[in-house]
């Protein structure tokens, strides 16, 4: 979450941005691919929300590469943006779910 932060931070469209960027979208992108081997909470089969996140998560790392790469910087901002909020809230959310590690900690068992 640290280099996501620092994206937002630092001049945009330098060569450290680039290598930045490709190694969040690498790292966003190997986890919510990942995802698809949890098969713990199932709700519609083997699929769970957390793949619905994931699927999501990859079409938007696609959409803003793509953006970038057209020269559509303000819907490249938009998506890394939205991806970056949502990796913080949404997964936070789902960590704090009942039953999970996180929850335990957090408020006790």
Known sequence: MGVGAL??????????????????????????????????????????????????????????IRAARAGRIAAHRSATLYLYVMALLLTGAFTLIPGRTMHAVLFGA
């Open 7 to 64: 994206q937002f931070a630092m001049p945009k469209g330098t060569k450290v941005h680039l290598i930045l960027g490709y190694g969040w979208v690498s790292i966003m992108a190997l986890v919510a691919g990942s995802s698809f081997w949890i098969h713990e909470f199932r709700l519609i089969g083997p699929f769970s929300p957390i793949h619905v996140l994931s699927a999501i998560t990859l079409i938007a790392l696609w959409y803003a």
